[in-house]
């Protein structure tokens, strides 16, 4: 049974960051990603955490939604910590966990803060320059489209792999819990593109091509 996940969901509201422009989240969320990673060290860390923490309760994430964040990230953030803890001692595991959390909980506050037809749009607007390059703009937005609503799918998966392997005694087994999520993600990446061919979507023949649906 699959729970919902703040990452690709959209919350009405009026606060500072629903009144701003899909493009300036973009953009903001483009240069927080590269100041995140062109610094380093646990206080950066701490500043970027706090500072996405902060992004998400700006746009309407509350409480039980930043556990869903958290919970989702925990499958992936535990095994990395533990492998840069051992490696390079804990401090460099928590800068580089804290990091890519900051990043989810910014990225969490740009898609409840903008409404899914208004990203699409922004996304096909910036790519139009790009046309006479041989860039198609509609099929730029329609996998940023995927991409978006495919990540609380993946949350999903991981969660079903991970509570399968704990039912047969396999918790603490790497293999048992990566293999099927990996297997089970590209079987359902097979049936969406199965999916989106049968309704003529990518289809080289204007005719033919469809605009998906937010």
Same mark, same amino acid.
């Given at each position: 049974?699959?729970?919902?996940?703040? @990452?690709?969901?959209? /919350?009405?509201?009026?606060?500072?960051?629903?009144?701003?422009?899909?493009?300036?989240?973009?953009?903001?969320?483009?240069?927080?990603?590269?100041? $995140?990673?062109?610094?380093?060290?646990?206080?950066?860390?701490?500043?970027?955490?706090?500072?996405?923490?902060?992004?998400?309760?700006?746009?309407?994430?509350?409480?039980?939604?930043?556990? /869903?964040?958290?919970?989702?990230?925990?499958?992936?953030?535990?095994?990395?910590?533990?492998?840069?803890?051992?490696?390079?001692?804990?401090?460099?595991?928590?800068?580089? $966990?804290?990091?890519?959390?900051?990043?989810?909980?910014?990225?969490?506050?740009?898609?409840?803060?903008?409404?899914?037809?208004?990203?699409?749009?922004?996304?096909?607007?910036?790519?139009?320059? @790009?046309?006479?390059?041989?860039?198609?703009?509609?099929?730029?937005?329609?996998?940023?489209?995927?991409?978006?609503?495919?990540?609380?799918?993946? $949350?999903?998966?991981?969660?079903?792999?991970?509570?399968?392997?704990?039912?047969?005694?396999?918790?603490?087994? @790497?293999?048992?819990?990566? $293999?099927?999520?990996?297997?089970?993600?590209?079987?359902?990446?097979?049936?969406?593109?199965?999916? @989106?061919?049968?309704?003529?979507?990518?289809?080289?023949?204007?005719?033919?091509?469809?605009?998906?649906?937010?």
């Amino acid at each position: 049974m699959s729970s919902p996940s703040p @990452l690709g969901a959209y /919350r009405p509201g009026r606060g500072p960051l629903h009144r701003l422009r899909p493009g300036a989240k973009l953009l903001g969320m483009f240069l927080f990603a590269i100041a $995140v990673m062109t610094t380093s060290g646990p206080w950066w860390t701490a500043a970027w955490l706090a500072l996405g923490i902060a992004f998400a309760l700006a746009s309407g994430l509350r409480g039980r939604d930043l556990w /869903r964040v958290a919970r989702g990230f925990l499958l992936i953030g535990v095994p990395l910590f533990a492998f840069q803890a051992w490696q390079h001692g804990p401090l460099q595991g928590f800068s580089i $966990v804290g990091n890519l959390l900051a990043l989810i909980l910014a990225a969490s506050a740009v898609t409840a803060s903008t409404a899914a037809t208004d990203m699409l749009d922004t996304v096909a607007w910036l790519m139009r320059p @790009l046309a006479r390059f041989g860039v198609d703009p509609d099929r730029v937005a329609l996998a940023f489209s995927i991409t978006i609503s495919t990540i609380p799918s993946i $949350v999903t998966i991981a969660r079903q792999t991970q509570q399968a392997a704990r039912a047969r005694g396999l918790d603490r087994s @790497l293999r048992a819990r990566v $293999v099927p999520l990996v297997l089970r993600t590209v079987a359902h990446a097979q049936a969406m593109g199965e999916a @989106l061919a049968a309704r003529g979507v990518g289809d080289h023949d204007p005719d033919h091509r469809a605009r998906p649906r937010a």
